[in-house]
């Protein structure tokens, strides 16, 4: 069974309201804690990559869903959104993925049902939403709409 190793870099300076920078594939980017949890917002931190994470292998497994229905796809877009809570302690509570999906003209009801059904499969696919479950709850609301003449 294969396996892929990905291998980040990283530095910091300061304390709690330091900054740093990550390396990673081509990704480079300066980090710090968000001005949401009271740190300077410099560059990108955690909960954005995350939030990151999560949304590009949902939305890259949601196209290959989609492709593997050979539905005739129009546009594919997708909005997330993540909620951390101090209640109890800072930790990430919830990632609500958003996905448009707009079928090319003609597409039938059928179809645009099939749509709506691969947009939670590929939540359920994913693998970050793998690692991710039992911890953050992850869950989608899909736009399934055709494409208008």
Same mark, same amino acid.
């Given at each position: 069974?294969?396996?892929? +190793? !990905? ?28 001005? =949401? ?19 590009? @292998? ?6 290959? /869903? ?7 796809? !129009?546009?594919?877009?997708?909005? +997330? &959104?993540?909620?951390?809570? &101090? =209640?109890?302690?800072?930790? !990430? ?8 999906? /707009? ?7 059928? =179809? ?10 590929? =939540?359920?696919? @994913? ?15 899909? +736009?399934?709409? /055709?494409?208008?003449?």
């Amino acid at each position: 069974m294969a396996q892929h +190793s !990905f291998h980040l870099k990283a530095n910091w300076t300061g304390g709690r309201l330091g900054n740093g920078s990550i390396e990673i594939g081509n990704l480079n980017s300066t980090i710090s804690v968000p001005t =949401e949890l009271g740190g300077p917002g410099v560059g990108t931190n955690p909960e954005d990559m995350l939030i990151g994470a999560a949304s590009t @292998c949902y939305l890259i497994t949601l196209a290959s /869903v989609l492709a593997n229905r050979k539905l005739n796809i !129009f546009s594919l877009s997708l909005t +997330s &959104e993540g909620i951390v809570s &101090e =209640e109890g302690g800072l930790h !990430f509570e919830r990632i609500t993925h958003r996905p448009t999906i /707009v079928l090319q003209k003609g597409a039938t009801d059928q =179809e645009i049902d099939t749509a709506q059904k691969a947009a939670e499969r590929a =939540e359920h696919a @994913c693998m970050i939403s793998k690692a991710l479950r039992g911890n953050v709850e992850v869950s989608v609301e899909a +736009s399934v709409t /055709v494409e208008e003449v």
